[in-house]
């Protein structure tokens, strides 16, 4: 399974980004994509994430200003950013979680930076 992510970039405070990120090779099933960030010095933290029926769950910090969405057919997963503030910099990891014989293996891409800048 090969993740490829663009629309990284820098950005202003107030500004918006749309991140995407397709999938492509042998899957099994696909359970569900998201996204994940990881700042300096701090811990990948889930960001947005969507299953394949559509349902979605957020990062309390991002709930009303990110939106997540997927192509199912294209097997891509997007993120709408909007009014970034400074604390959303961070490298942007899409993940694909894949259902293998029954077992659950979490996928992922190489990583897009995101700077917001105050």
């Known amino acids: 399974v090969q993740l490829q992510a663009y629309g990284g970039g820098l950005v202003q405070a107030g500004g918006s980004l749309r991140l995407s990120c397709g999938a492509s090779?042998?899957?099994?099933?696909?359970?569900?994509m998201g996204w994940y960030r990881q700042a300096p010095g701090k811990q990948r933290e889930l960001v947005a994430r969507?299953?394949?029926?559509?349902?979605?769950n957020y990062d309390e910090f991002v709930e009303g200003r990110f939106t997540i969405s997927r192509d199912n057919a294209k097997m891509t997963v997007y993120l709408e950013m909007n009014n970034l503030k400074p604390e959303d910099t961070a490298v942007y990891y899409c993940n694909l979680e894949e259902l293998v014989g029954g077992g659950l293996y979490n996928r992922w891409g190489q990583g897009t930076q995101v700077t917001v800048s105050s």
């Open positions: 090779g042998t899957i099994a099933s696909i359970n569900a």
């Open positions: 969507i299953t394949r029926t559509g349902a979605t």
